[in-house]
Nanobody, 123 residues
Framework: QVQLVESGGGLVQPEGSLRLSCAASGSIFSISDMRWYRRAPGKPRDLVATITSSGTTTYADSAKGRFTISRDNAQNTVYLQMNSLKLEDTAVYYC?????????????????WGQGTQVTVSS
């Protein structure tokens, strides 16, 4: 069994910063890509940023220049540093990861989600 647990959300003023964390735990053999998504009220869930196991990153246009995704492979943790936050960044942020777990029948690749953390940008 694998769990992804996010933390770091909260209320912040426009132009403020927040750092989200997401820690994976369980019978983990390896983790490849890790991602952050967000879902704003009344909108579909959107991909914000991706980081590969080797550290290659990609960003949505809305996140470029303001957000930074990083990871600590030893801690099975992914981070999202968000700067210059805007009202439109208000959303529930979810982490997501491709994880190979160790099962009774050997390694098995799964696609896992965290429970989400609320980020509210408001003056």
């Amino acid at each position: 069994q694998v769990q992804l647990v996010e933390s770091g959300g909260g209320l912040v003023q426009p132009e403020g910063s927040l750092r989200l964390s997401c820690a994976a735990s369980g019978s983990i053999f390896s983790i490849s890509d890790m991602r952050w998504y967000r879902r704003a009220p009344g909108k579909p869930r959107d991909l914000v940023a991706t980081i590969t196991s080797s550290g290659t990153t990609t960003y949505a246009d809305s996140a470029k220049g303001r957000f930074t995704i990083s990871r600590d492979n030893a801690q099975n943790t992914v981070y999202l540093q968000m700067n210059s936050l805007k009202l439109e960044d208000t959303a529930v942020y979810y982490c997501n990861a491709d994880i190979v777990v160790v099962g009774l029948r050997g390694p098995n690749l799964g696609h896992y989600w965290g429970q989400g953390t609320q980020v509210t940008v408001s003056s």
